[in-house]
Nanobody, 120 residues
């Protein structure tokens, strides 16, 4: 599955951004979906995941209560609503998909990243 992420940008600390992930071909049906991020000089970090068709979500402790992952199974999109952003949230965010297991940093499919920069 080919994934495309968008919605990144520059925002002040405390602000919000909404990332969106879509497929350029096929469908996201039956895929676990999720987001991971990678900051300069750091390893990839799991951010949030959602099951098919969306009943279960899980989050990294660092974003719980601030980020919300959701999916629209008609539009074939997965969104990440990010609020109360902090400078340490700055990273390239990647959308991932996996048929066999919840998305982690080892997911089967990845899209190109979208840059999120949070200024202090």
């Amino acid at each position: 599955v080919q994934l495309q992420a968008c919605g990144g940008g520059l925002v002040e600390a405390g602000g919000s951004l909404r990332l969106s992930c879509a497929t350029s071909e096929g469908t996201l049906s039956y895929y676990y979906m999720g987001w991971i991020r990678q900051a300069p000089g750091k390893e990839r970090e799991f951010v949030a995941g959602i099951s098919w068709p969306g009943r279960n979500q899980n989050y990294a402790d660092s974003v719980k209560g601030r980020f919300t992952i959701s999916r629209d199974n008609i539009r074939n999109t997965v969104d990440l609503q990010m609020t109360s952003l902090k400078p340490e949230d700055s990273a390239i965010y990647y959308c991932g998909a996996d048929r066999a297991m919840p998305v982690s940093t080892r997911a089967a499919f990845w899209g190109q990243g979208t840059q999120v920069t949070v200024s202090s």
